[in-house]
């Protein structure tokens, strides 16, 4: 991880609200260690949005879940990122210092968060091996398409040739030999048992 980008991750724990600190600093150290997102301020990106939707509508709980709901889309998370983030909105909204004073009441968004994470559950439960393998896949391309200009940077004009000659049937359309009868009618035919 570049410095530039640790600067980053560390701006999102380095506030003056240290409840908020706590739960940013642990949730960057679970996502370095379970490697569960390719960047790793998607996360801290999405919780902090999280934690401005359901404090902007605790009075709406059902509201408040939905609107998540759509934002964990909008990113385009998996199952297992969309859980893990759902978990960690549960603790926040727990254990939160509004949650404390009394002045909110958060049980009905605590349920309606606990009803979603179980039914994250058992999607994943049910869930094929073979979406589960397709989504990896689909993300390991992702990634490395990414990293394609400076891959073949790297290479030998050789190697980068013959990496382009294989993916330029993906590319351009494959060029088909065509006979000058081809589209006209069929000749008259010199015989009628021809």
């Known amino acids: ?27 960057i ?9 390719t960047n790793p301020e998607t996360p801290l990106q999405t919780f902090r949005k999280a934690v401005d939707i359901f404090t902007e509508h605790l009075e ?14 909008k ?16 603790r926040y909204v727990k254990y939160t210092e509004f949650n404390k004073t009394g002045k909110y009441e958060v049980s009905d968004v605590a349920n309606l968060l ?8 058992a999607e994943l439960n049910n869930k094929p091996l073979v979406v589960d393998i397709r989504d990896t896949l689909k993300e390991l391309i992702r990634e490395e398409l990414e990293q394609l200009p400076k891959t ?14 294989k993916l330029m049937p993906y590319v351009l359309p494959k060029v088909e030999s065509i006979t000058h009868t081809l589209g006209e009618p069929e000749p008259p035919k010199k015989h009628w048992l021809d």
């Open 1 to 27: 991880m570049n410095t530039k980008k640790a600067q980053t991750l560390e701006s999102y724990f380095d506030t003056e609200n240290e409840h908020w600190n706590d739960f940013a600093f642990k949730i």
């Open 29 to 37: 150290c679970e996502v370095i260690q379970r490697a569960n997102f």
């Open 60 to 73: 709406t709980p059902l509201k408040a879940v939905q609107m998540f709901e759509i934002e964990t889309n």
């Open 75 to 90: 990113r385009k998370l998996n199952t297992n990122q969309k859980l893990f983030l759902f978990e960690w909105v549960l």
């Open 114 to 121: 606990k009803s979603r994470i179980e039914r994250l559950k």
């Open 152 to 165: 073949l940077k790297d290479l030998e004009p050789v190697q980068r040739l013959n990496v382009l000659c």
